[in-house]
């Protein structure tokens, strides 16, 4: 046990380097929101241009769309930042791993979202025709709020699924939690810097898993 400790629990290791980790929590917290707010609105309006099946655009939608959800988080990342410079695009570390992962999160959100649009009855497109609104009135009105209640479950989970993706970043020299404790181990020769940044990732992602068991009951309890 005091060998355990002295390798993963070390006091002196996390007092000297713990100020530092939880630094990188700040920039994975930024991360994870800035990739939610990116990859949620983008795939809503890829979305939207399904079902409103705008001429032109069915076809490269889908291309998005399966690619991305076909694609390792890792590549993407990878070539966002190290392949984009050779088309004259520069991102930053932070950039190029909100971009991949957003683009990513965006296709599995498209998915979604189309399926709670489908998964609606018909029956609320008629009778909103049957009332005299237009497309647009019944679409943005009747049809989408409901379509979003019932996708929050499954957009939850999957959106907790990519952010955590957030460590792959460090591939890309991101200082989020992963790589700053990987840096500190290195030079402590002490593994305890990961322990505290396993501790980190449960303190910021398990609150989002109860919370999503929460919402997955509350939409699946039988309604009287």
């Known amino acids: 046990m005091e060998r355990f400790a002295e390798h993963y629990l070390n006091v002196e290791v996390l007092a000297t380097y713990g100020p530092t980790i939880l630094g990188g929590l700040w920039v994975t917290l930024a991360t994870a929101a800035a ?38 988080q890792l590549a993407v990342i990878i070539f966002l930042y190290f392949g984009l410079p050779y088309a004259g695009v520069q991102l930053s570390p932070f950039w190029a791993t909100v971009g991949a992962l ?7 959100a498209a998915e979604i979202f189309r399926s709670a649009i489908q998964a609606l009855p018909r029956g609320q497109w008629d009778a909103a025709a049957a009332l005299g609104l237009r497309f647009h ?53 002490n593994p305890s810097p990961l322990t505290l940044a396993a501790a980190l990732y449960l303190v910021l992602f398990l609150p989002l898993v109860i919370a999503t068991r929460w919402l997955e009951a509350a939409h699946t309890a039988p309604h009287r």
């Open 35 to 72: 990739t939610v707010v990116l990859g949620i609105g983008f795939g809503l309006l890829l979305a939207i241009a399904l079902v409103a099946r705008i001429p032109g655009l069915r076809w490269p939608i889908a291309a998005w769309i399966e690619t991305f959800r076909t694609l390792p």
């Open 102 to 108: 957003g683009a990513v999160l965006s296709a599995f």
């Open 137 to 189: 009135v019944t679409f943005f009105r009747v049809i989408l709020p409901q379509a979003i209640r019932l996708a929050i479950p499954l957009l939850t989970n999957r959106a907790i699924a990519i952010t955590k993706g957030t460590a792959l970043g460090t591939a890309v020299s991101l200082p989020e939690i992963l790589g700053r404790a990987q840096s500190a181990m290195a030079i402590a020769a």
